[in-house]
C-alpha cells in the first residue's frame, strides 16, 4: 500500500535495551522526519532528513541515532533506553522543500520503557 | 529558537456552536504556519498558510494568518462531535516544523 508505515505500533523495553523504530515511505519524499509527543510539550523534532545519507538533528537527538541508507526508509535508534524515551513517535514526510503539500506522518509508534 | 504558542490547550462546546482557536509565534525566519488536526492517531493536515490576511476555507474550517501580529486562527463552524481532536499549529523553517502543545476541542452532542 502507499503511504507512509510505522513499526512497530506497540513497544514495551527494558531500559538500558537498544530498540529501533521503523519507517518506510513509498512516495520517495525527499524529506523525512522523526518526532515525538508527550503530554504538554505537542510534537519536538528528534532528527530530520533531507536525502539518502543526509541527516541532522533536531530539537531533542540526545539518546537517538538514525540513518538513512534508502530514500524510502529511516530507522531511528535508541541506543540504550530510558524512561523518559517512553513517548509515542511519529514519522512523517515531505515532498519538497517547504512541505507545500503539508507533511504526511505516520500512525506513530507507542513505546514504553520500563 | 523558534516559539509557537496555543491558546485555549483546551474547551468544551455544543454542537452547533463555533470554535476559534489561536495560534501565537515568535520566530526567527517566518516562512509558512500549518494547523493539523489530529485524532487519537498521526495529525493530519489542515492549512498552511504564508501570506498575511489571506483566508482559506475547507468546509467548515477557515484559517487566516496575521503576519503583523504573529498570530493565526483557526475557526471551525456547526461544530459536530466529529471535531472533537486536538488542533496542531506549526511553523514551518527550513525543514523543521515547531509545534505548538496543541488545543484539545471536545465538542458534545
Known amino acids: 500500500d502507499a503511504g507512509i508505515t510505522q513499526s512497530p505500533r506497540y513497544k514495551i523495553t527494558e531500559t538500558g535495551r537498544q530498540v529501533t523504530l521503523m519507517c518506510h515511505q513509498t512516495?520517495?519524499?525527499?524529506?523525512m522526519f522523526w518526532y515525538r509527543q508527550d503530554l504538554g510539550h505537542g510534537l519536538r523534532l528528534i532528527y530530520y532528513?533531507?536525502?539518502?545519507?543526509?541527516?541532522d538533528k533536531g530539537e531533542v537527538p540526545d539518546g537517538y541515532v538514525v540513518s538513512r541508507s534508502k530514500t524510502e526508509n529511516f530507522p531511528l535508534t535508541l541506543e540504550s533506553a530510558t524512561r523518559s524515551q517512553t513517548s509515542v513517535y511519529f514519522c512523517?514526510?515531505?515532498?519538497?522543500?517547504?512541505?507545500?503539500?503539508?507533511?504526511?506522518f505516520g500512525s506513530g509508534t507507542r513505546l514504553t520503557v520500563v | 529558537e523558534d516559539k509557537v504558542v496555543q491558546s485555549p490547550l483546551s474547551l468544551v462546546v455544543h454542537e452547533g456552536d463555533t470554535v476559534t482557536l489561536n495560534c501565537s509565534y515568535e520566530?526567527?525566519?517566518?516562512?509558512?504556519l500549518l494547523w493539523y488536526k489530529q485524532e487519537k492517531k498521526a495529525p493530519t493536515f489542515l492549512f498552511m498558510l504564508t501570506s498575511s490576511g489571506i483566508e482559506k476555507k475547507s468546509g467548515r474550517l477557515s484559517s487566516i494568518l496575521d503576519k503583523k501580529e504573529l498570530f493565526s486562527i483557526l475557526n471551525i463552524t456547526a461544530t459536530q462531535t466529529g471535531d472533537s481532536a486536538v488542533y496542531l499549529c506549526a511553523h514551518l523553517n527550513d525543514y523543521k516544523l515547531s509545534f505548538g502543545a496543541g488545543t484539545t476541542v471536545t465538542v458534545r452532542a
Open positions: 532528513s533531507a536525502a539518502a545519507d543526509i541527516t
Open positions: 512516495w520517495s519524499h525527499s524529506y
Open positions: 512523517a514526510s515531505s515532498e519538497r522543500y517547504g512541505g507545500r503539500d503539508g507533511y504526511t
Open positions: 520566530v526567527t525566519n517566518f516562512r509558512s
